[in-house]
C-alpha cells in the first residue's frame, strides 16, 4: 500500500538522483524497505532512506559525519546533513549492490572481516553516540513480551534474564572506547561502485562506542546454535584476526570475549523470531525452533562454551 511517506519519499529519491533535471527516463522508484523503524527507496543510482520517528536527529548527524570520513570502510552519504520528512529524518546514499542471498557459497566473510577490523581500529570521534546493539535487543525483548502468548516465549525470556545488565541495555556499556558497526550481518555489505566495486559497510542507525565484541556477536550466535558451518565461522573469525581486530585475543579460544555477545543476539534473534510467528500464526520453522532451543539450553550451558548450544 502507498503511503503519504512513500509516496514523498520516492520524490525525495527522485530529485536527489537528478537534482538539475524536470524529468527522467530511470523508470519507477522502488521500496527497498516499508517498516515502522525504516523505509527505504531507490531511483536509479540513489537511495532514500527514512529512519525511525523516535531517531535522535543530532547522533545520526554525527553518525552521518563519521561514515563521510571514513572511505573504504563506511559507505558514505550524499549529504551528511539530514532532511525531514512527514516527522523522520531523511537520509540519502549511493546505491550499491548487495549480497545475494541465493549463493550463500559466496558470502563475503573475510571481507565482512577485515572491514569490522579495520572499523574497530579507527579512533571514534570524542563525544560520540554509544553503540545501539543492546537497545535493539531490549527492543525485541519488548515486543515479544507485547506479543500474544507463545509456547517458545518463557524459554527466551529464561535467557534473557540470564545476560548481564549492560547486554540488556539496562546499564551502561563495559567497553566505550572502541568505535562499532552496532548490527552487522551480511545484510549491512554492499559493494560500490556497483557492480563489482569493492565491500562496504551500509546503516549506522546503531553505529556508536561499545565493546566491539558485539559486532561479531551474529555469526558467533549462529556457530554456536549450528546454523553457520565451521569452515565459515573460522574464515570469517581468522580474516577478522588476520586483520588485526581486537574484540577477540589474536589467537587461542576466542569465546570470554564473544560468549555474552553471541548469547544477547541468539536470544534477541530468537525473540524476532517467536514474535513474527506469533504475527503469522504460523508454527515455527526448523531454523527459528534451534533459536529457541538454544535459548532454553543457556541456563545450564557453561559460560564460554564455544558451540552446539541448540544440542
Known amino acids: 500500500m502507498t503511503t503519504p511517506l512513500l509516496t514523498d519519499l520516492a520524490a525525495r529519491a527522485r530529485t536527489a538522483a537528478h537534482p538539475h533535471a524536470d524529468a527522467c527516463a530511470c523508470g519507477a522508484v522502488l521500496t ?5 523503524d525504516a523505509t527505504v527507496v531507490r531511483h536509479a543510482g540513489t537511495v532514500a532512506k527514512a529512519h525511525a520517528p523516535d531517531t535522535d536527529s543530532a547522533e545520526l548527524a554525527a553518525r ?8 573504504g570502510v563506511l559507505l558514505p552519504p ?16 549511493p546505491y550499491g549492490s548487495p549480497v545475494d542471498p541465493g549463493t550463500p557459497d559466496a558470502a563475503p566473510w573475510e571481507a565482512a572481516a577485515a572491514l569490522l577490523a579495520r572499523l574497530h581500529r579507527t579512533p571514534p570521534p570524542v563525544p560520540f553516540p554509544a553503540m545501539r546493539g543492546p537497545a535493539k535487543a531490549a527492543r525485541a525483548i519488548a515486543r515479544l513480551r507485547a506479543a500474544a502468548p507463545h509456547p517458545a ?10 545476560l548481564p545488565a549492560w547486554a540488556r541495555d539496562e546499564s551502561p556499556l563495559p567497553d566505550t572506547g572502541t568505535l562499532c558497526h552496532g548490527d ?16 562496504l559497510l551500509i546503516d549506522v542507525d546503531d553505529l556508536g562506542v561499545g565493546p566491539a565484541a558485539w559486532d561479531l556477536a551474529r555469526p558467533a550466535a549462529w556457530y554456536a546454535c549450528g ?11 581468522g580474516a577478522y584476526r588476520a586483520a588485526g581486530g581486537p574484540a577477540v585475543p589474536s589467537d587461542g579460544d ?3 570475549a564473544l560468549d555474552v555477545p553471541a548469547r544477547a543476539l541468539t536470544v534477541q534473534t530468537a525473540a524476532r523470531a517467536v514474535t513474527k510467528a506469533v504475527a503469522a500464526r504460523r508454527p515455527l520453522d526448523e531454523v527459528e525452533q534451534s533459536l529457541v532451543d538454544a535459548c532454553a539450553r543457556m541456563p545450564s550451558v557453561p559460560a564460554q562454551l ?3 548450544l541448540a544440542k
Open 78 to 93: 550524499l549529504d551528511a546533513a539530514p532532511v525531514t520528512l512527514h516527522g523522520r529524518p531523511v537520509t540519502f546514499w
Open 64 to 71: 552521518l559525519t563519521t561514515a563521510a570520513r571514513i572511505p
Open 227 to 237: 546454523l553457520l558451518p565451521p569452515d565459515e565461522w573460522a574464515r570469517f573469525l
Open 254 to 256: 576466542p569465546w570470554s
Open 32 to 36: 527497498l524497505a516499508d517498516r515502522a
Open 306 to 308: 564455544p558451540r552446539n
Open 184 to 199: 552487522l550481518h551480511l545484510g549491512q555489505l554492499v559493494r560500490h561502485p556497483a557492480p563489482g566495486g569493492p565491500w
Open 153 to 162: 516465549t518463557a524459554a527466551v525470556l529464561r535467557a534473557w534474564a540470564g
